[in-house]
């Protein structure tokens, strides 16, 4: 960034030309970066999906059921299955961490499960005690008094179990049985404040997040026609969609756990009929293939990778990155490449801002005559010094377009980098984990150094007032390699690659350019 603020740039031309009026000063590039953000947050309290809150109850006991346990298998995940309960959900694909090739388990504490299963005024229905018979292919069947049959089949497709059950009314009478599904969790130890994380709703063609600061506060009803919920974390989540109409669902808190919640209208069933009740289970990472692929089944679930505004920069970034990395095998060196390619692609632009740099600089010793000369008339010193940039055909802006832009990149690879599930072990050179922060702060100092270096290269020849807005700003900017390194030290690992490898090239470009204009 420190590029396109060297001390003969638009910005403090633009600065320069105000820098004695007698009404308050202009806020410069960095009030209106504050300005443009803040206009950003407030724009997004404004969009989000409203929602109804209620405050939370009293504590939920949540009773522990006494069925045997039964373990169904399949190529990606396999799962613990205790009556109308699923758990311990290992992702056979996903080890826990670098050092750990154990699975990555979600809902595996005590507690912690999803439960399906139907309430009916009219029959019994089966319970989390409920002794089902269970065949040799997991078919799980249970026959009540008031003889109602249950059948449960579950199946599994990739990260999305099938929970089908049929229910066959052999009695002579109807009965109306409505289905409903949770989800319950623990507390969160993880918490990240660049990624949506809690409890996560698509309601009405909406999605939905709670997340578990405001679940700690606050509960959350929804009506809709058909929709999912669950929970999500960083990179994982589970969510279920009952293949059902008119829905209540609810978020809430209670004691020391999460519950979220879906209650449908019921189901009527005549004398002698049957009715087939299918419930999805998505349980596994986020990641856009797989949730792509998931959402056949549980519509629009791929709504829920979390690209962050500037998506239609993250995406075709995260792409770029896995493709790189299924050529060269290593996440740090695609995140370089990537850094190269993107570099390349702006090189007319930034050429462009370089020589418009140039000539800010050769024009300084007229600008600076033009203040001086019209120093008690602005409205003259204005106009005399905007008849400088269009005699030297530049513009006080025209070095800033490289740095505008690769504002939303930063901001669209750090989300990518959050959300990239294959990034949170990649290893690179002392790196164990590019998702993570420099453990050594080696790459934030190396940055910062090449902050430093672009500072000293493209530092003005000729020296300014002291007084004057320029060297203000010049003075400032001093600063911002020590800043930057403080900010990005605990950034992720692989942002910071990035930045450090935009600076290398950007010396290169400097370097070129220079001895091209010669």
């Known amino acids: 960034m420190v590029k396109f603020l060297d001390n003969n740039s638009g910005f403090n031309q633009w600065n320069a030309m105000n820098a004695n009026k007698k009404q308050p000063k202009s806020m410069g590039f960095f009030g209106w970066l504050v300005t443009i953000f803040l206009a950003w947050w407030i724009v997004g309290l404004f969009v989000k999906p409203k929602n109804t809150t209620v405050e939370n109850t009293a504590p939920v006991v949540i009773e522990k059921s006494s069925v045997a346990t039964n373990t169904i298998n399949a190529d990606h995940i396999s799962a613990d299955v205790q009556g109308l309960r699923i758990s311990n959900i290992s992702l056979k694909g996903y080890n826990k961490s670098s050092k750990d090739s154990t699975p990555v388990s979600l809902l595996d504490a005590e507690n912690n499960f999803i439960e399906v299963g139907f309430v009916s005024a009219d029959t019994q229905t089966p319970n989390i005690n409920t002794q089902w018979t269970i065949d040799a292919n997991n078919n799980m069947s249970w026959n009540s008094n008031a003889k109602v049959k249950f059948n449960r089949d579950i199946s599994i497709a990739d990260y999305v179990m099938r929970v089908s059950d049929t229910i066959k009314n052999n009695s002579n009478k109807e009965i109306n049985v409505a289905p409903y599904a949770r989800v319950v969790r623990g507390v969160s130890d993880k918490v990240s404040s660049a990624i949506e994380t809690g409890g996560v709703v698509y309601a009405n063609s909406n999605l939905d ?73 998505f349980a596994g990472p986020r990641v856009g293939k797989i949730l792509d692929k998931a959402s056949e089944n549980i519509p629009n679930l ?37 850094t190269l390619i993107l570099r390349l692609l702006m090189w007319p632009l930034t050429r462009k801002s370089y020589a418009s740099t140039m000539k800010m600089q050769q024009m300084q010793p007229e600008l600076q005559r033009v203040q001086k000369l019209y120093a008690n008339d602005k409205a003259r010193m204005q106009m005399e010094m905007m008849k400088v940039y269009q005699s030297h055909k530049t513009s006080p802006m025209a070095g800033c377009l490289p740095m505008l832009i690769q504002i939303p990149i930063f901001f669209a690879l750090y989300k990518a980098l959050l959300i990239s599930v294959p990034m949170r072990s990649a290893k690179f050179l002392w790196i164990s984990d590019l998702a993570a922060m420099d453990p050594y702060f080696i790459l934030p100092i190396l940055m910062g150094a090449t902050m430093m270096l672009q500072q000293y290269l493209q530092s003005p020849k000729t020296k300014t007032n002291g007084n004057d807005a320029v060297a203000s700003t010049q003075k400032a900017m001093k600063w911002m390699p020590i800043i930057f390194t403080v900010m990005f030290a605990w950034m992720p690992a692989g942002l910071v690659l990035y930045w450090t490898m935009s600076n290398v090239f950007s010396i290169f470009q400097m370097y070129v350019i220079k001895k091209t204009n010669k």
């Open 209 to 281: 997040y709670a997340n578990w600061a405001k679940l700690n506060k606050k509960s959350y009803a929804f009506s809709t026609v058909r929709g999912y919920f669950g929970f999500a974390e960083q990179y994982w989540e589970t969510v279920v969609s009952l293949d059902t109409n008119d829905q209540t669902i609810s978020l809430k808190k209670s004691g020391d756990s999460y519950f979220a919640d879906s209650n449908a209208a019921p189901v009527k069933i005549g004398a002698g009929q049957s009715a087939t009740i299918d419930t999805y289970i």
């Open 302 to 338: 791929s709504k829920t990778m979390d690209y962050g505004w500037f998506w239609f920069f993250a995406q075709p970034m995260l792409w770029m990155i896995n493709w790189l990395f299924a050529m060269v095998g290593n996440y740090g060196i695609a995140i370089i490449l990537m």
